[in-house]
């Protein structure tokens, strides 16, 4: 299937227009025309080859959404003309009890990224920024109808790495819910916190995302330009979810946290975090780590999405944009999220 896209043919080098080939279709595959496909920092990371060494040319995104095209002969989950999204990953093991258990994020033989990564035939695995893509059905969801579709592309990485912790953790009514930085990740964990019927409170360096973070459900909003601030908010939480990647002093965060409750680490920093075991231990509190969803859970959290119209907030562009939505998004110029027009490819 012949393919448009961006791509970047190394690591110092601009997204620029790319035309490839995407694999024939498979039994169990389906192809679908790309409608939006969301920018994710993870994206210039990649590109930018600042995670290690990167395949290049590289295709990247990873935040998908479009229309069936065409089926394979023996799928049944999807039929041409339905929504479908993909996220962070194409494929997994299929085998390992993470996998069984619907947990293909932490499958133990790794899953398989949608791009910078060989797929099962050994092929470079092209990603979102395109017109059209081709996955296996068992590695794709469906989107609720009632979706404004820009908004939804997002929900395929960012949505799904906030929506998890909640879930896991049990937010619910009557749970005191944190979220550290309101940029693309943590403007999620507030509409989803808000929505499981939590108390929300966002920490933010910005004073002036106030009124964003209420707009979008919080119930407070504590600047953290002074530090001294945070000891108004000790013991108070049951769950607070750092989305920063910023070496911060986590100490800090740690004491807001009431008996038995958890921080959890989802924006990754540059530094190892330095905890006070003695903070830990007065009030058997937990630090822990969690990334995206598998595709149950993923699933689940649409229908969540179509339940209580939740959508990321997002600033549309076309293609030819992209190099500096890539500039705008380190120097968090976006209001939350950059998704491409699929039309502009």
Not at 40 to 50: K, L, P, T
Not at 192 to 221: E, N, R, Y
């Amino acid at each position: 299937m012949q393919s448009r896209g961006l791509a970047v043919h190394g690591a110092n080098s601009p997204l620029v227009p790319f035309e490839f080939e995407r694999r024939e279709l498979g039994a169990n595959d389906v192809s679908f025309d790309i409608a939006f496909a969301g920018i994710c920092h993870s994206d210039i990371h990649q590109a930018r080859e600042e995670w290690g060494p990167a395949l290049f040319p590289m295709v990247p995104g990873h935040e998908i959404v479009g229309h069936v095209s065409a089926t394979g002969s023996k799928v049944t989950k999807f039929a041409v003309g339905q929504r479908i999204g993909v996220g962070v990953f194409i494929d997994s093991c299929r085998t390992c009890d993470k996998c069984l258990a619907g947990l293909q994020q932490y499958c133990d033989n790794g899953m398989t990224p949608t791009y910078n990564a060989l797929d099962s035939e050994g092929n470079v695995a092209m990603g979102g920024y395109s017109n059209t893509f081709v996955v296996n059905e068992d590695y794709a969801v469906h989107v609720p109808e009632n979706l404004s579709l820009p908004g939804v592309a997002p929900l395929l990485c960012a949505g799904i790495t906030l929506y998890s912790p909640l879930k896991h953790w049990g937010a619910t009514s009557g749970s005191h819910v944190g979220v550290m930085g309101l940029g693309g990740l943590g403007h999620m964990g507030v509409k989803f916190a808000k929505a499981l019927g939590a108390t929300v409170t966002v920490f933010s360096h910005s004073p002036g995302k106030k009124a964003d973070a209420l707009l979008m459900g919080a119930d407070h909003f504590v600047s953290t330009a002074d530090p001294k601030e945070l000891k108004n908010y000790e013991s108070q939480f049951d769950l607070i979810l750092n989305t920063v990647s910023a070496n911060l002093e986590m100490n800090l965060y740690v004491k807001l946290l009431k008996v038995d409750g958890t921080l959890v680490a989802i924006g990754l920093p540059s530094k190892p975090y330095s905890i006070n075991v003695g903070t830990l231990l007065t009030a058997r509190r937990s630090v822990a780590g969690s990334q995206i969803g598998g595709i149950p859970e993923t699933q689940e959290m649409l229908d969540f999405c179509g339940k209580h119209n939740i959508v990321s907030d997002v600033e549309v562009i076309s293609a030819d944009y992209a190099n500096t939505a890539y500039d705008r998004t380190v120097a968090s110029d976006v209001k939350y999220r950059f998704v491409i027009d699929g039309k502009t490819f």
